[in-house]
């Protein structure tokens, strides 16, 4: 069965840093794109970064410009959501998931992705 699994959620404070990962079971990671959206209550989803399969194309949506970093390990079997600065506007549901094809252009389109993972909490507050 090919899953995505996120880890590294949790409570933090406004101004303090998480760091999620994005692994994989039943495929690796290394053939595709991976994107991370995430989901605040009431709201719809939304692209947060995303990350090409050489890692060397990287987007990331203005809210998050200099303060998130998007990278994915030599092996390329994890990737990577660095995570700082963070505010209580970005309090969500984090997602990673993959992608066969990468763009620039529609990075943040949820229908370009084929594999999703279940999502972790990530909570700032003080």
């Known amino acids: 069965q090919l899953q995505l699994v996120e880890s590294g959620g949790g409570l933090v404070q406004p101004g303090g840093s998480l760091r999620l990962s994005c692994t994989a079971s039943?495929?690796?990671?290394?053939?595709?794109?991976i994107g991370w959206f995430r989901q605040a209550p009431g709201k719809e989803r939304e692209g947060v970064s995303v990350?090409?399969?050489?890692?060397?194309?990287?987007n990331y949506a203005d809210f998050v410009k200099g303060r998130f970093t998007i990278s994915r390990d030599n092996a390329k079997t994890t990737v990577y959501l660095q995570m700082n600065s963070l505010k209580p506007e970005d309090t969500a549901v984090y997602y990673c998931?993959?992608?066969?094809?990468?763009?620039?252009?529609?990075?943040?389109?949820?229908?370009?992705?084929?594999?999703w993972g279940q999502g972790t909490q990530v909570t700032v507050s003080s």
């Open positions: 998931a993959a992608g066969r094809t990468y763009s620039s252009v529609w990075w943040a389109k949820e229908d370009k992705y084929d594999y």
């Open positions: 039943g495929f690796t990671l290394d053939t595709y794109a």
């Open positions: 990350i090409n399969r050489s890692g060397i194309g990287r």
